[in-house]
């Protein structure tokens, strides 16, 4: 059995349907869960994680039922929210060695050990007995991390590790992250950060309301997906275009557009000429996985209605 699994995994509040037959299945691996806002990440999170009770299917964590075995679940995993906060008067050793108690971890000896070793791995032992006021943002999710790691989890849940993080705290979290799944952990994390998931993450799933609209490797979805193309111009992407390529992303004047096979960038530009469109720059490159993403949340959205479809996009792309 894998450390993750989740077979057609659904939750439900009310009337709306968060998680939708959710299959998933995580072995030793870094796996990265993609999705708008209110897509249903943190939801599944919350079910894998037992937090929260699920509505139907099944889930299963280092082989333990999470709705009937939830304490054994609970023992084998960690789980760092979006929102937690070390207790800032305390030293970080304090504060890692704290958990170690929580944990149950026995003998003040012991629990300075195993502090002492999570401190190491996360690279703040030169900074241990600092209080945590004075850590950096990275510091202090580092510490998080080290404090989740003190009962020695096989699985590590992560909800938007670097979000707030300047450039070398976010590379700084993913080195580390990387170090504990080559010791062989399972790591499942959410995030909105495409750059960071295409580059760190073996495999992603990408989630839109609640269901599961594409997953693989990084590498094997974009390699499956044609060459996108951007255009800056002085006006909107011409109605004949419509159909014809996918517009994935429109930011002031350049829009990026994903053209049918049969459509070539001369076209697209005769086009936008033939239209009455100054065409100021034009490219063409390998798509991104933020390209797959754009393209996989909005696969599906025909049946919403077309007159509703532009705001509903606009709603999708909002981070
Ligand atoms: N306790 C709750 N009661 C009712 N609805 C909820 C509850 N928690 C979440 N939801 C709804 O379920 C949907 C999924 O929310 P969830 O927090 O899982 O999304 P998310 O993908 O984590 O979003 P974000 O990227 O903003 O963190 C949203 O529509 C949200 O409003
Ligand atoms: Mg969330």
Known sequence: ?????????????????????????????????????????????????????????????????????????????????QYIAADIRLTGRENVELFAELYGIRGRSERRRKAEECLEIMGLLDRADDITKSYSGGMNRRLEIAQALVHDPRVLFLDEPTVGLDVSGRRSIWEHILKLKRSGMTIFVTTHQMEEAEHYCNRVGIIRLGHKVNEGRPSDLTDSMGDVVTIGSDGDVPASLIGRAEILKQEDREVTLLPDDSLTLEEIIRVYEADGRKVFSTAKRRPTLEDVYLTSINKGTEDIGTLDRNQYRNMMRRR
């Open 1 to 81: 059995m894998n450390p993750i699994h989740a077979g057609k995994l659904s939750k439900r509040y009310g009337e709306l349907q968060a998680v939708d037959s959710l299959d998933l299945d995580v072995d030793g691996e870094i796996y990265g869960l993609l999705g708008p806002n209110g897509s249903g990440k943190t939801t599944t999170v919350n079910m894998l994680t037992t937090m929260l009770s699920i509505t139907s299917g099944e889930a299963s964590v280092c082989g333990y039922d999470v709705r009937t075995e939830a304490k054994r679940v609970r023992e084998c995993i960690s789980y760092i929210p």
